[in-house]
């Protein structure tokens, strides 16, 4: 067999039997694409999940979606184990706007590099000098329409499996343990396929050497805009669709050469979607329930039967079939009591939006774009550097549902897996429980607010508005205005608009106490100062009980983050002013909250030594008031100076703040000069 060419059967047997190529179904394949890449643990909302890092990848890469990705990963697992899971399509269904076709798109993607690699590379075969056996007219090569794996032909070159496996094990040197596994994944060829295998069998006399000579191997095209090996079928309207769409049809062209009207080769199954994909691919139906009824029929026999039929001919196809569908299409479709088995052969995924405002910033910097922004002059747009928090502040707080047990910035930052005050995740734990038991899906946590698209609108409101394009800059607090002008325009529900409203103004109050934490640090000249505060008072209240505190008040302890020695004086004023801001008036109750901020501390230093308690909103205003009090006779006076430039000492304030603001916080002029003003008025105070 020395003499083999590259692209015959036997070559591609031998490549097989030595390991240098697979044979598995699409299911196999994509399981071992996504379980041979790294996966981390994570806790997400009080629960413990796997993050498969293969979906983090690229420039734009899947952000959050932990509990969706799970499901999908452990249902792709289930299929290819040969579960129940491989007669089922997936089914991604949720509100417009929250990533369920980026996730499909990223999937196939991902799935055509895994199979650019030259293990993974799919072939398929084709059978040429077919103008010899007389009754294919002029039509000389004929290519497996549905993209059949040459193992496939080799499974079926005798008439009976059986006989088939004993070739190849003789001819071969196949070991047991290979057939077997060959064995699991047989099937028929299809009917074109099958029929002129026999004419050539018929032909060649049942010569299996002569009829080998008649087939040649081709590499699968991985180009996307074929459709081959990932293919999407996007919902058309009612008149324009038709099975013929997904299937194929009769070929006239075809019925101009074949003399045999028997011979299905006259159906052309490229002219649907569902051929190009049914040799290991993924089809993507995008919007499938707003197909008309027929088609959705169509998808019942093929998820279920995983073959293409016409007129009484079969083809086996290997294909994974993901689908998305909003809200109230699937409703809509649910409604229609008759359509139940399509749904009961659907492995279905609800998709909640993004509730973790800390990722949100990426998919807001998604949104905002990653190239440079200009003008409509062409001068270059610059970002205020709290324009993303604010925005993300937003989106997030309409997505979280309001609930007795918890405040909105408490759910926010527990969603976060921040610390919020007394709460622990286990309260938030219950809240998603209690929710995830309504039959309503979009009542359950995380399924209804801002989408993607909703934020990505008011964005282009904040670039296209006269303001950002006079100031040159995308000033933070404008994005609120277009963010409310995308709930009145584009929410039609009232009780969500009134939600969403209320939720708005909680963003606002969010951004008012960022705001004075930026202003404290812009006096302070230093971009950490608040930060540098509240870990002083941190590892004041755990010093204050030190054995070795002596009467100078001096505490050595050792920095976590550099792991050297370091000296600090307890100042109990100092303490005490953040308590009484804190409204802990009694013993009792300072000596409990020390407690909880030493726990904390205890929790978090040792799995992030980096952790700066700065996610503590509470403590951090409390922080902000004391310094700004204790140093500059409280914030109103340094509203005053600010706001009051008649004399030179303020004026040389307000200049070294902007310089700071300028030189080491980010800001740029306008930016930095509307802040100012913005501190200055009592707009947002909660």
């Avoid at 995740?425 to 995380?446: H, M």
């Avoid at 608040?530 to 004041?540: L, P, Q």
């Avoid at 801001?581 to 901020?597: D, V």
Wanted: net charge negative.
């Amino acid at each position: 067999m020395a003499g083999e060419t590259k692209n015959t059967l036997q070559s591609h047997l031998l490549a097989l039997k030595s390991g240098e190529k697979v044979f598995e179904n699409a299911f196999q394949g994509i399981s071992r694409m996504i379980l041979d890449s790294e996966i981390e643990k994570v806790v997400v909302n009080g629960k413990t999940t796997y993050d498969f890092k293969i979906f983090r990848q690229g420039k734009k890469h899947i952000i959050g979606m932990y509990d969706e990705i799970n499901s999908f990963v452990s249902y792709v697992k289930d299929a290819a184990e040969g579960g129940s899971s491989q007669e089922m399509a997936y089914v991604l269904v949720g509100e417009p706007g929250n990533g369920k076709t980026f996730f499909v798109e990223y999937l196939c993607e991902l799935y055509r590099n895994f199979l650019r690699e030259d293990l993974n590379r799919k072939f398929t075969f084709r059978f040429v000098g077919l103008d010899k056996i007389g009754s294919y007219g002029k039509i000389a090569t004929i290519e497996s329409q549905t993209y059949e794996d040459p193992a496939i032909l080799g499974l079926n070159v005798l008439e009976t499996l059986d006989e088939s496996t004993d070739w190849l094990a003789r001819k071969f040197g196949f070991a047991d343990e290979q057939i077997e596994s060959l064995r699991d994944n047989y099937r028929p060829l299809g009917a074109c396929s099958g029929y002129i295998w026999n004419e050539l069998r018929e032909h060649c006399d049942g010569d299996i050497e002569k009829m080998l000579s008649h087939v040649e191997l081709v590499s699968v095209p991985l180009t996307e805009s074929l459709g081959t090996v990932t293919g999407k079928y996007p919902a058309k309207d009612k008149i324009t669709s038709s099975a013929v769409d997904l299937l194929g049809e009769e070929s006239i062209q075809r019925l101009l050469h074949i003399t045999d009207t028997n011979n299905p080769y006259r159906f052309d199954l490229r002219r649907g979607a569902l051929a190009r994909v049914a040799g290991g691919g993924i089809h993507f139906s995008d919007e499938m329930f707003k197909n008309k009824k027929d088609l959705v029929q169509v998808y019942l026999g093929v998820i279920q039967n995983r073959t293409i039929e016409i007129d009484g001919f079969k083809w086996p196809i290997d294909t994974l079939i993901v689908a998305t569908s909003n809200n109230s299409e699937f409703n809509r479709f649910l409604a229609e009591k008759e359509e139940a088995p399509i749904v009961d052969r659907c492995r279905l995924s609800y998709i909640s939006h993004n509730t973790n405002y800390l990722l949100q910033e990426e998919l807001t910097q998604y949104a905002i774009g990653s190239e440079t922004k200009t003008t409509l002059t062409r001068e270059v747009l610059h970002q205020d550097p709290n324009l993303n928090y604010a925005a993300s502040a937003s989106a997030i707080l309409t997505r979280l549902p309001h609930s007795e047990k918890l405040t909105p910035i408490e759910t926010m930052k527990l969603a976060a897996g921040e610390v919020a005050g007394e709460k622990s995740i286990k309260t938030l734990a219950e809240v998603i429980d209690t929710l995830s038991q309504d039959t309503d899906i979009t009542a359950r946590f995380g399924q209804k607010g801002l989408g993607q698209r909703n934020l990505g609108r008011a964005i282009q409101l904040l670039v296209e508005s006269s303001e950002t394009n006079e100031g040159r800059c995308m000033y933070a607090h404008d994005v609120f205005r277009t963010v409310e002008r995308v709930i009145l325009d584009y929410v039609h529900d009232s009780g969500d608009r009134a939600k969403y409203l209320e939720d708005l103004k909680t963003a606002r109050s969010l951004y008012r106490e960022r705001i004075m934490t930026e202003m404290f640090n812009a006096y302070m000249d230093e971009p950490q100062a608040i930060r540098k505060d509240v870990m002083n008072y941190v590892n004041m209240i755990i010093g204050v009980d030190a054995e070795h505190l002596g009467p100078d008040k001096m505490w050595k302890y050792k920095d976590p983050q550099t792991g050297e020695l370091r000296a600090l004086k307890v100042d109990e004023r100092f303490i005490n002013s953040i308590e009484e801001r804190l409204q802990l008036k009694t013993e009792e109750q300072r000596e409990s909250f020390r407690t909880s901020i030493r726990k904390i501390y205890g929790q978090k230093i040792g799995v992030d030594p980096n952790y700066d308690f700065m996610d503590n909103l509470e403590l951090v205003k409390a922080v902000t008031d004391v310094r700004l009090k204790s140093d500059i006779a409280g914030a109103g006076s340094l509203i005053g100076a600010l706001a009051n430039r008649t004399n030179e000492e303020n004026q040389k304030l307000y200049d070294r703040m902007i310089d700071t603001m300028l030189n080491k916080l980010g800001y740029c002029r306008t930016c930095a000069q509307k802040t100012i003003e913005y501190f200055c008025t009592q707009e947002d105070e909660s």
